[in-house]
Every structure is written in C-alpha cells, then in structure tokens.
C-alpha cells in the first residue's frame, strides 16, 4: 500500500475518531457537568501532550507564548459555547452538520479580516450552507432552537479560530502550539465551572468511561493522526475526507442515541454536506487533474 494511500486511510480513521468525539461527549454529560467535563478532557490532553514536548516549551519565546495563551484563549471560549449547546441539543447529529460550516465561514473571515482571497467557490457554497441551515434550524414558528443557534455560534468561533492559528501559528511549532492551547482550554473551562457549577452527589462510572474516551481517543490519538496524515495525504484528497466528519456523527447518533431525522432535516444535512463539497471542489479538480497526469505517465 502507498504512502499516499495509507495517509487516505488514517484520515478517514481520523473522521471516525471525531465523529465518536461527539457520542463520547453527549453519553459523558450524563453525568457530569458540561463545563466540567470540558476542563477535565482538555487538561488530561494537555498532560499525554506536555511529556512530548516540555522541554520545548521552555524554549518559546514570550511573543509566542502571548500568541499561544490568545488563540488559546479563543478556543476555550468557542469549546464552552459548543459543549452547552451538545448539553441542550435534542439532535446531536443536526449540530454535527450546523457546525461544519465553519469550513465556509472560515474563508470569509480570512477575506474580511486577514486580506485573504475569496475563492468563487466559498461563494456558490454559501447559499447551499445556508439553505441547509434553514432546513434543520427553523420549524414552523420560523424560531431557531437555542441549541442550534449555540452551535451555529461556536461554527464562527471555530473559524476564528483556525484563522488565528493560521496567522500566528507560523513561526511556533506545532506540537506546543497544540499543547499550550490545551491548558488554556483546561484551565479556562476549569475556572468557569469552579464558579457556575456544581457537582452531583455521585458520578456513575459509565461518565468516567466516556471522558477517558474522549481524552485518549477523540482527542490524543485523533490528533495525533490527523498530523500524520494531513502532511502525507494530498490536500484535496484531505479534504473530501474532512467532509464526512457530520455523516459519521449522524450514523453513530442513530445507532447509540436513539436519535432519528425527518425529510426536512435529512435534507438540510444533505444541501450542507453538498456546500462542503462544493467549497473544496478547486481543491478535487487539480488532485484529480494530477491523478490523470500520473496515470498517463
């Protein structure tokens, strides 16, 4: 098997990893407090990253560890924005597709405040993005759900996010970019839930099981993955992968949580699942240019 393949293969491994990141969390929230869990998966990500690379750490300057600590920042405030909305939300499966449209968000940001160019294709994306998101978010009161409109939220705070990380993640390496945002996250999370929550008077264990789940599988080792195979998978091939995150998401929520959709929620999901394709559809068109060309050779 090729290298190139093999990275294809762990990519769409990765989408697994995050879609059950989903089930992980939702099944976790049983029985712990959602800010709380947020705190305790981030800090115990940061401590399986810190032994990796601590003696790096030491190394940064105090420029990128300003950057760091504020794309840090960020990310933990988007993080508890999306965990009360996977709290609230009745379909986990809608807010796995509603989110995802930070990949179309996230080039309009670039354009508005990074000076970045605006591809055609983030443009023909847009109206199918939001034609979805009308689908699943507006019933017949025309009145968006707060879970919905939470995640809708946290999509624009992903794609701040990665335009932050792009922009001042250039000159830090990556490992302790990743790490120290982990801690802030944690720490971040940590504080809030000090001061707005409480605890029950006992954790059942399945909840313990959950969040180390979602430590070591939706986050070390997804991530871990996702590195490897993002620098040895071609970007388009990267990219359609990316896409299926929500249908996993979709698939396991029906299996493991009972959930189910109508034809207008089907369809909102398909017309974003769509936008997403089309958003990368430059990115498919030279891969598979360059895949005739070899094929030729």
């Not at 989408?15 to 992980?24: D, K, Q, V």
């Not at 792009?166 to 504080?191: E, H, W």
């Not at 009972?258 to 769509?274: F, N, Q, R, V």
Request: with cysteine; net charge positive; hydrophobic share 55%.
């Amino acid at each position: 098997m090729s290298r190139s393949l093999q990275a294809d293969a762990v990519m769409l491994l990765v989408t697994l990893l995050a879609a059950s990141g989903w089930i992980f969390t939702k099944l976790a929230l049983e029985g712990l407090p959602p800010i709380a869990f947020l705190a305790l998966r981030f800090l115990g990500s940061f401590l399986l990253l810190v032994i990796f690379c601590w003696y790096s750490l030491f190394r940064l300057n105090l420029k990128q560890w300003r950057c760091a600590v504020s794309v840090g920042l960020v990310q933990g405030i988007t993080m508890m924005i999306w965990i009360l909305a996977i709290n609230r939300a009745g379909q986990v499966s809608e807010g796995a597709f509603i989110t995802s449209m930070l990949s179309i968000i996230a080039p309009i940001i670039a354009w508005l405040f990074f000076s970045s160019h605006l591809k055609r294709e983030t443009l023909l994306a847009l109206p199918l993005s939001l034609a979805g998101m009308a689908l699943l978010a507006l019933d017949g009161s025309w009145q968006f759900e707060s879970a919905q409109l939470l995640f809708l939220v946290s999509a624009f705070g992903f794609a701040l996010h990665i335009n932050l990380t792009n922009y001042f993640g250039q000159n830090i390496p990556s490992l302790p970019f990743t790490t120290i945002q982990m801690a802030v996250v944690g720490g971040l999370a940590a504080l809030v839930s000090f001061f707005t929550e409480s605890w029950p008077a006992t954790v059942n264990s399945s909840a313990w099981g959950w969040l180390l789940a979602s430590i070591f599988l939706a986050t070390g080792f997804r991530y871990t993955l996702q590195t490897w195979g993002i620098k040895n998978s071609t970007a388009g091939n990267a990219a359609l992968i990316m896409t299926l995150e929500p249908v996993w998401t979709a698939i396991m929520s029906l299996h493991w949580l009972g959930e189910s959709m109508d034809k207008k929620a089907l369809t909102g999901c398909t017309l974003i699942l769509l936008s997403l394709i089309v958003s990368r559809w430059q990115l498919l068109k030279r891969q598979a240019r360059r895949t005739g060309e070899s094929v030729r050779v």
